[in-house]
């Protein structure tokens, strides 16, 4: 009998490390969706990458009171985070607070936790007024579901961490009753403020409130865990593969279409054949699709960022079109893309294999309007603080816009005919490139 | 500034066995634009002054491709590219300058893909380099204490990291160098990017080059400074649509430097 809070405590940490599993799984499928695109060359540069951006958080602070303030709530989830460790250790064995033995260190690290705890408090409070009270636009622009998401993350945080040091309160009242089990140690510079709450309650309800919280801490970080896949904040795991495989090239280089070279290349060969048969190992189907008009148009890179990106708006913020009132904002083609991405992701978990249910990310969520807007000037892939491409998608549905659909605007064609008459945007003979110089 | 400048061409070069030094790509807003056209002027007054050898390919070149690629018609793009990449070939170019940041950014990054490897600059990192070799001298002249502020153009900038060199230029002219509260890496796009010059824009409450002016009028100055003919053009229309024409000249910073000399 004296087994079952442990067998209890096994099995919720498998049901919820396990459903995450299976989440993760769903997750990697629906990236792998997209086409492939090579990331596996400059493995130092992009490790670096990695290390100053993700795990240095480098871009963050770019916005100092936004940025210092997510380093706390940062560095309170990975440190506090070795505290779990000891939760999962003494949940399955039977112990209470294993890592006693090593002395001064743990009144250390408890000590630094409850800090961490109470800081994170403070940031996660500002953060509250910040996206719930003040007028920050890229916040208020929110709404339904993206606002309470943002704000259920917040609550979440206050939960776990109130939980934590509730549970710190009433050990330290046990330790100091002498309670069994409650070995003395560890250091509590916050929750000693909360302990005399508890003066005066006998150790049975201590005992009680002190297992309380610890099982509703353990739980709650499983739920949060789980959380995550259906929310934006997937990021605290994703910031990280997403700035290692993130584009290397200076930003003004957009990628090159093969496809499209392999052609230009055959029309430019004057030894080429035009019409000779293909080649025959060349498998008949259905000729290259140029530019995206559904997400699994789009490179596996590209659905990465969608599930990347967090919602935080820096990129709309900076963006000079939706500065002025235009459509367009780079953070809805990423929440679009990744709302696309999961529909897509549900119809093959409900048929088996993708079914055609009508709809694609260009129109049925991105409008053209939107794309045209853009300037592509990188102010919004120069926000990112996790080296998120709005822009390359951008690129890409135009791409299928002009390449497949003719569907440029009508000044644009103009513009792209003139260039291939006379080689000049504008209607300006070619043989009268020079007359400047004679003017 | 009608006066004719001479201008050598590769074929001409080529002609008579010579190669020059750089290849100056004038790019189309630089040979059809009648503002541009003076910028190409000013930078070709320098290229002289400075006694370098340099060359045009004249009715030779083409679009480079930029704005449509960046409209989506990768097809039309490479077409160019690759044709412009042939006749640069033939000639053995091995270095390209260009005062159009659209080109150097296509030139640069997205030409050695099909075949077209150059060492390319933009005017500005040619003339500091020049400055640096001793070969140009940049006074203050007449725009001695002026107060001016620098546009980056988001293809010079945020595209391909270039801040310092316009503004090494300018400092050198002894002017009061101002910066909008956006600049470098954060600075604003004059809204002719991505092929946005030769469109409507979308609708919306302002357009965005209003929007730049702005930043730049609040920095009370007497020249806006630019490094591209399109960021050229928003910027001289927005003075206008704010009536300030006549108080403040929108200038390339080629032409400072050539004005400043009375080139």
Known sequence: MQYIPNIIFVIILIAGIGYFAKNVRKLIRNIKLGKDVDRTDNKKERFNNMARIALGQSKMVRRPIAGILHIIVYLGFIIINIEVLEIIIDGIFGTHRIFAFLGGLYDFLIGSFEVLALLVLVSVFIFWIRRNVINIRRFKTLKGWPKNDGNIILYFEVVLMTLFLTMNAADLQLQNLGADHYVKAGAYPISQFISPLFDGISEGSLILLERGAWWMHIIGILIFLNYLYFSKHLHILLAFPNTYYGDLNPKGQMDNLEAVTNEVMLMMDPNADPFAAPAGDEPEGEPEKFGASDVTDLNWVQLLNSYTCTECGRCTSECPANQTGKKLSPRKIMMDTRDRLQEVGDNIDKNGSFVDDGKQLLNDYITTEELWACTSCNACVEACPVSISPLSIILDMRRYLVMEQSAAPSDLNNMMSNIENNGAPWPFNQMDRLNWSQE | ?????????????????????????????????????????????????????????????????????????????????????????????????????????????????????????????????????????????????????????????????????????????????????????????????GAQMFKEPEPGNKDVNIERTEDALETKPDIIAAGCPFCNTMMTDGVKNKEKEDSIEVLDVAELIANAQDL
């Open chain 2, 1 to 193: 500034m009608s006066e004719a400048v001479k201008v050598p061409t590769m074929a001409e070069y080529m002609a008579e066995g010579k190669m020059p030094e750089v290849l100056f790509w004038v790019g189309c807003a630089g040979s059809f634009d009648d503002r541009a056209k003076k910028i190409t002027k000013a930078f070709v007054k320098l290229l002289h002054s400075s006694k370098v050898d340099f060359a045009v390919l004249g009715t030779e070149e083409s679009c480079t491709g930029d704005p449509a690629k960046r409209s989506g018609n990768e097809f039309l793009f490479q077409m160019q590219a690759v044709t412009n990449i042939e006749v640069m070939n033939a000639y053995e170019i091995k270095k390209v300058v260009t005062a159009c940041p659209h080109c150097f950014n296509t030139l640069k990054n997205e030409y050695p893909a099909l075949g077209g490897n150059y060492e390319v600059m933009h005017h500005t990192q040619f003339l500091k380099s020049l400055l640096d070799e001793g070969r140009l001298t940049v006074e203050g002249g007449k725009f001695k204490g002026k107060r001016i502020t620098f546009h980056d153009p988001c293809y010079l900038g945020r595209a391909n990291n270039v801040y310092e060199a316009p503004r090494d230029l300018l400092k050198k002219l002894e002017v009061e160098l101002t910066e909008m509260k956006r600049s470098r890496r954060n600075g604003l796009c004059c809204g002719a990017g």
